[in-house]
């Protein structure tokens, strides 16, 4: 096929595609326990004198687990400490277990993350941050006495087996928020109207971003893969998805105290890093490393090149998936569907028969299609330039990096 007619339809059917892939929203689950529709069943307003003597001996703590070793515990964790010692209770209750079922991995799959409330002794807490060497804090929740009998009653009422599950959403529904909800009714919603007048001038992107630095691939797909809905500004308020902001906030608003129930051993702080100064110099070494071995070692290059594009073009099938056919919500409406699409497959099989087969004609249509791509990138960069207000994902590091692997393609075929 001519490369004029190969350059055509790239173009033609990016447009195609990116304009036939306008997200879907998706659609809520039914029989999930949600947050603060069932919070406003309760009032936190009124108890009997008989029960004054439990309520002041009952106190309440939000523990707050750093962050482990695991992808999913890179956010670190918070629970609900209940304590009355003169009538023997200690229990935490942790919304952060996964519900499994015998459609689990179907279900994570199309975004509908089913997770429980787990109820168990306090010491339970302490053992497991123990056991995987995490520091565990708390801060009592100074809890009016007239709330403290609705928020035991919510808390018993969330734990039947039919109110447990609820569906988890990172960044709007989790085991922080779940109980930021709790102690916003116990406050009167007081707290929520002080967090909502804190700008933070991050964004859920910001605060993420900053700490998946630990792994530059992780970080780098998961921004790939999420979308504008995760830059807007956000209040303090919507940034306690977060367990450690969640803690700082309420010991802000209440002036409270933390006291540390495990103290870690590990030495390693966060390590800071800028993911679009990264991501270019990435792409930079890989695209000066594909350029020597196209000159001197013709297969080789083949052979990075289809391992790059063969990574690419699965990450822009996934991506197309989550984005149409899933609940993943911040994936929806992705900018980076343009620059990196399953048009990828072109450049990709050339490359492929070029390892394999003749290696001038089909380095030069890899070459040509390489092409087409960084113009496409170069577009969305001026577009996003040209109007910030309606094209304001932040992607840059994801652009900057495959502009530099597109950019070998102008070189001349040899």
Known sequence: ???????????????????????????????????????????????????????????????????????????????????????????????????????????????????????????YSLSKAEWEDRKLTRVELMIPLEAKKDVINFLNYNSLSENSTYLYHHYEDNCATRIRDIYDAATGGAFRTWAESISTGRSYRDFTTEIMYRNFPVNWTLNFLQGPSVDTTLTLWEACFLPEVLEKAIMEYSSAESSVLHESTRSESARKGNLVAESAVAGLIAAAFLIYTYKCHRRIWALLMSLILTFLTVLSLVLIFMMCFSNHDVTYFNENIVIVNPLLIIPLCSALRCLFGKKGREAALCLSSLRVFFCLSLALLVAKGLFMGTLHQDNLAQILFVMALYATGFRKRS
């Open 1 to 123: 096929m001519p490369s004029r007619i190969i350059k055509a339809l790239i173009l033609f059917l990016t447009l195609t595609m990116t304009l036939s892939a306008a997200s879907v929203s998706g659609q809520r689950l039914e029989d999930t326990f949600e947050s603060e529709d069932n919070l406003r069943k309760f009032s936190f307003s009124s108890f009997e004198e008989g029960e004054r003597d439990f309520l002041e001996n009952t106190r309440f703590f939000l523990q707050t687990t750093e962050a482990g070793d695991e992808i999913y515990s890179w956010f670190g964790h918070s629970g609900l400490s209940v304590e009355n010692e003169k009538y023997g209770i200690s229990k935490t209750f942790d919304w952060g277990v996964f519900a499994f079922s015998p459609t689990f991995y179907m279900d994570f799959i199309f975004g509908r993350l089913y997770y429980s409330l787990m109820v168990s002794p306090s010491s």
